[in-house]
């Protein structure tokens, strides 16, 4: 009773004070989930009374690209990975209530791939030709109060090949609906800076925008308190702002917080930001921000300092997709390519060649990763449409980005910086890779162009992945100056000298290079007639591609390059290598049946290849080593194999049946690997690396008998019923003994009950040709993967694997 008295008490309190103020908040609201779908462009879809009953419900993000078959007809071509594209509708049919009559309506797209027409009741809110690019608008003054209201989203992938890998065709990130009264932060209003503080305080810098979208001019309270990272409230800070009718202010304060909690690498501490905006006592606005408090240093004598201290960027390049789920990924996908980077020893992602998700940025601020921020892929040139195909070098005509980068360049990094700009993840910002149009002078002005937007809007450096600024046609002077940290693809440490030389001061990073991995498919290890045969079958009518595969060899030679001058020099902040993990397209040099790329040392699906280990060797300092080649080498018997190691140890030891091969010194200061010549025989491989005199690890690799189980790893057996988490269900085959059997290519069946889908199957193999979208997989040298995706419905999950001649296995879940 007494507390009912309070409340009510309070809400009288509540109207005297704020009479005809707003009295509900802003809200935002999923708007995922619902959509009708249709692989068309229908005239007239976007009128209010359309009927859409026969298209196909979705919801997303959602990518129609990879739901499709392989095909050499498709014309996204290799670049695309063979998969189809084309013009494409969404609808989503929604309801507004006559009580918001006075609110303010606002879609927000994360990302619609591509080019985008938003509608709203039939009349078009504006195009968006950047896939990758968030979006938003106002449409309230289209809004139907009291009635239902439709929205459309037209995107035309048509024009192809469209990118130079694989891009998704849909709305493939998060859709958001936002409402707000008329007095508002806009979206990415608010800037928050917190890279300043002592172990006694910090001084977050907060810059917030307020508009008015009234006839009256209001006078507002700004107001922001600090959460710390366990929600407790340990700081805040106001400003009266005075905002005209129909005008923007803006709020300058400083929040000081004592003792902060510092956000690193290993805490990654967030404070939350809450934002308000006060009409006298009343509430009319409020939001949260994460934030974390860390300070950046980019030292041109030792290289890169997160708080001080010297941390070397040990980072990969990634695409936006997720294997076999296409573009259409979640949190989770991206958790777990973080997770397995991690557990390779690596801290920084360069997001190749484009805006991520905002999603990607969050998770990695709570992990903290460390990111070089990109924008462009090209800018005014389309970059040389060069393929192979059968081994043969070809020009395709394409229709990429560099066609609407005039009209849209300025205005998609300036929103790129606003949406971003407050992750302490971010360390960089990029404005370009590997772009030609440096060689002459109009190039070098719009890289000052772009690189004078980054600075007006924020205090990070800027770099360009630049591919050799040794090239004597090229303003070497004028080039370093449109980037603050000079970004080097591909270096050698020849010519990095050379650049050292002549330009002494500069400060900078290995914005890419390979990857200490060969070009061959996980686990394909190819000797005399297996070698001949593999590359038969692809039908190759040259040698162009071998050779090139070939000079990747299986020991990654070429790929340690790099680390060795990034760990030689201290004014290389880091590198970036190409890429972390395979993704679909750019297949090169491989042509058809070839779909997705090699480079990577986590495949596909997401199982880990050698070149992991040897990061993992440099990288990581957990005791490890690894062996390979696997050894099952059929046709290989009385013959000579050299195996190679990886280790983080000193000495290494290998020993053959139980027969020691000798001792070998390991030192890891000079990055290296070891190497052994043994004749193969079928048994056992045994390596145990040493420090200091004692075993840290051991590694046996056994050759295995017939595929007789199934290894299952889940990682989490609890997922949340929110229709968007996934579980990886990743196979092994084993033989009886529990040996993994690496040239199994058995086909697993999963058959799933409860409240869970199949969103995709994979299993690592660059050239296998089964759809994404199966219940079924094959098993890639002896590994394959299921995805599971929750629905928003709670209970009890089985997922039963089957294969002929194969023990059942049954994985029990739950989604809560
Ligand atoms: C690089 C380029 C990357 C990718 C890679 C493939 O030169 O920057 O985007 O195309 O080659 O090897």
Request: charged share 25%; proline share 4%.
């Amino acid at each position: 009773m007494k507390t009912l008295l309070k409340i009510s008490i309070y809400g009288m309190l509540l109207c005297t004070l704020g009479c005809n103020k707003p009295q509900t908040l802003n809200t935002k609201e999923s708007f995922d989930f619902g959509w009708k779908f249709i692989a068309e462009d229908v005239s007239g879809a976007e009128a209010l009374n359309f009927n859409d009953a026969s298209w196909t419900d979705v919801n997303v993000p959602h990518d129609w690209s990879i739901e499709g078959n392989f095909s050499k007809d498709n014309p996204s071509f290799s670049r695309g990975g063979w998969l189809q594209t084309g013009k494409v509708t969404y609808r989503k049919t929604f309801s507004v209530a006559k009580e918001d009559k006075d609110k303010r309506f606002v879609i927000y797209f994360d990302g619609a791939y591509r080019n985008s027409e938003v509608f709203i009741n039939g009349h078009s809110l504006g195009k968006r030709p950047l896939g990758y690019i968030a979006f938003h608008y106002d449409m309230t003054n289209h809004i139907k109060f009291g009635g239902d209201n439709v929205l459309t989203v037209k995107l035309d992938n048509s024009s192809q090949p469209g990118s130079r890998w694989y891009t998704g065709t849909g709305i493939y990130r998060h859709v958001h609906l936002i409402k707000t009264n008329k007095v508002y932060v806009p979206i990415w209003g608010n800037y928050i800076v917190a890279d300043n503080y002592t172990s006694e305080k910090a001084e977050i810098k907060i810059t917030t925008q307020v508009r008015n979208d009234l006839g009256d001019g209001k006078t507002v309270t700004v107001r922001h308190t600090a959460k710390a990272p366990n929600g407790e409230d340990v700081g805040s800070s106001s400003e009266v702002l005075t905002v005209g009718a129909s005008a923007t202010s803006q709020s300058k304060v400083v929040l000081e917080i004592s003792n902060p909690q510092i956000w690193s690498q290993e805490l990654p501490n967030l404070y939350t930001i809450k934002t308000e905006i006060l009409e006298g006592d009343v509430v009319v606005y409020s939001e949260e921000n994460k934030t974390g408090i860390r300070t950046l240093e980019f030292d041109k004598n030792e290289g890169f300092k997160l708080n001080g201290k010297v941390t070397k960027l040990k980072g990969v390049c990634l695409h936006h997709a997720g294997g076999p789920l296409g573009a259409a990924i979640h949190r989770r996908t991206v958790e777990r390519q973080l997770e397995k980077l991690r557990e390779m020893g690596s801290n920084a992602v360069r997001t190749a060649h484009n805006p991520f998700s905002e999603e990607f940025l969050k998770v990695c601020d709570s992990m903290g990763f460390l990111v070089m921020n990109e924008a462009f892929d090209e800018w005014e040139l389309i970059k040389e449409p060069m393929t192979t195909q059968n081994g043969k070098k070809i020009r395709i005509p394409v229709d990429f980005y560099a066609n609407q980068f005039k009209e849209w360049a300025d205005i998609d990094l300036e929103d790129m910086l606003l949406r971003d700009r407050n992750h302490p993840s971010v360390i960089m910002w990029s404005i370009g890779n590997e772009i030609d149009q440096m060689r002459d002078e109009e190039g070098i002005a719009i890289g000052k162009r772009l690189a004078d937007i980054v600075h007006r809007l924020d205090y990070r450096p800027v770099t360009n992945g630049v591919h050799g600024y040794w090239d004597p046609k090229r303003p070497n002077q004028d080039a370093a100056a449109t980037s603050d940290i000079y970004g080097f693809n591909y270096i050698t440490e020849e010519r990095y000298l050379t650049e050292m030389e002549s330009l002494p001061n500069i400060r900078s990073v290995i914005t890419e290079h390979q990857s200490a991995q060969s070009f061959y498919p996980r686990s394909t290890y190819l000797y005399d007639e297996a070698k001949k045969a593999w590359w038969d079958k692809l039908n190759y009518e040259h040698n162009d591609a071998y050779e090139w595969v070939e000079s990747r060899d299986i020991r990654g030679e070429k790929g340690m390059e790099a680390w060795r001058m990034v760990k030689k020099y201290p004014n290389i902040m880091g590198m970036f290598i190409w890429t972390g993990w395979d993704y679909l397209g750019e297949v090169i040099p491989f042509g058809w049946p070839a779909r997705s790329s090699c480079f990577a040392p986590i495949d596909l699906a997401g199982f880990k290849k050698d070149g992991f280990y040897f990061y993992q060797s440099q990288w990581d300092d957990k005791p490890m080593v690894h062996i390979y080649p696997h050894w099952n080498l059929k046709g290989m018997e009385g013959k000579k194999v050299t195996i190679y190691g990886f280790t983080n140890g000193d000495e290494v030891e290998l020993f053959q049946d139980g027969k020691s091969l000798g001792r070998k010194t390991n030192d890891s200061n000079a990055v290296e690997y070891q190497s052994w010549d043994v004749v193969y025989q079928p048994g056992e491989l045994k390596a145990v690396s040493y420090k200091n005199g004692n075993v840290i690890a051991e590694k046996v690799v056994k050759t295995a008998g017939a595929p007789a189980k199934i290894k299952v790893e889940t990682r989490r057996t609890e997922m949340k019923a929110n229709g968007q988490d996934v579980i990886y269900v990743e196979c092994t085959i084993l033989d009886k003994d529990g040996n993994e059997v690496p040239t199994a290519n058995n086909t697993l069946k999963f058959d799933v009950k409860g409240p869970v889908t199949i969103a995709g199957v994979g299993n690592g193999d660059s050239m296998g040709l089964e759809p994404f979208k199966a219940n079924k997989r094959s098993a890639f040298h002896g590994k394959c993967l299921a995805i599971l995706q929750s629905t928003q419905e709670a209970g009890d999950i089985t997922c039963t694997i089957t294969s002929e001649g194969l023990e059942t296995v049954i994985v029990a879940l739950v989604s809560k």
